[in-house]
């Protein structure tokens, strides 16, 4: 979820070539790594955009884990005016290893871009209390944005809480939360 934001990137050393990025460990992997198939993952996200506000709850499901990846189908229901529209699960792999983006250090892999400030704090979310990392980050583009993420390697996928604000002439807030992760 959240780390699976890591994206693969090669470098390129000459006209036509190119050599193997670094290969790191998948955090998201690890943490779906122990568990068994039918583990769920669910999140409250809140949305505020225009005056027009949502709330989606995304739900993942670990549906079968293996040596070099595991398979999580992810699961939709947003509620918009009332309205209550289901979108279609999707399955995707999670690989044990991914790429190092270029630039990163492995430790700081996952790390939003744009971080500037971090540390630690007890969250309590969906009925339990989390040890997390925190980061405050800013960004400029694709749009320009602020906000803060914590993480947690006990949270299949990292993510316990994200509050975002994004300003601009599409300005808006989400908010998503962990609410329960069931084994």
Sequence with gaps: MFRHLI????VAVGPGFA??????D??????WSSLKAGTTVTYKSTNEFAG?????????????????????????VTTVAGMEIKGPALKR?????????EGKKAGDAAKPEGTFEEGTEEVKVGGATYKTK?????????????????????VPGQLVKMVTKIEGQVAGSTTMELVEVKK
């Design 93 to 101: 792999d999670v690989p044990k290893q991914v790429d190092l983006p």
């Design 52 to 76: 027009n506000k949502s709330e989606v709850t995304i739900t993942h499901k670990l549906v079968e884990v293996g040596a070099d990846k595991a398979v999580v189908e992810t699961s939709t």
């Design 134 to 154: 925190w980061y405050k980050f800013k960004t400029e583009k694709p749009v320009q944005a602020s906000g803060q993420v914590w993480v947690c390697d006990e």
């Design 19 to 24: 050599a193997a990025a670094e290969k790191i």
């Design 7 to 10: 994206l693969a990137a090669a």
């Design 26 to 31: 998948n955090p998201e992997f690890k943490g």
